[in-house]
């Protein structure tokens, strides 16, 4: 094929196109949040604002629970062209929240057995 033709093809991008991209991006969004919230907080980045581990715990969590929130309120009220946004917030905002969960629940398995011998 050639390059002019390859290049031709590019500028049709059907709905099932838009779609997926709209789906990854909102995708996208939460994760490169919740990844930066979790960078921020190995690195102590915003030590010199006087956060702690717990005000990079809120923001990871409300950047969770928000996301799924508003993927939900996107994909029930949004016109159509949007809900495969709303799709993406919701699933990477689900997935979130499930950290959030799993960790919970590691932290309470760990201080039930702790044995301070």
């Known amino acids: 094929m050639p390059l002019s ?3 031709g093809t590019l500028g049709s991008v059907t709905e099932l196109d838009r779609a997926r991209l709209a789906a990854t991006a ?3 969004t939460t994760t490169v949040l919740l990844a930066l919230t979790a960078a921020a907080y190995l690195n102590d980045s915003l030590e010199a604002f006087g956060w702690q581990g717990g005000e990079y715990a809120y923001a990871f969590v409300l950047i969770a629970l928000g996301s799924a929130l508003a993927g939900g309120v996107v994909k029930a009220l ?4 949007w809900r495969p946004a709303g799709s993406g917030l919701l699933v990477a905002g689900g997935a979130g ?3 959030v969960v799993l960790l919970v629940a590691l932290f309470v398995w760990a201080v039930a057995n702790w044995n301070p011998a």
């Open 5 to 7: 033709a390859a290049i």
């Open 26 to 28: 909102g995708f996208a």
């Open 78 to 81: 949004a016109p159509r062209p």
């Open 97 to 99: 929240v499930a950290v």
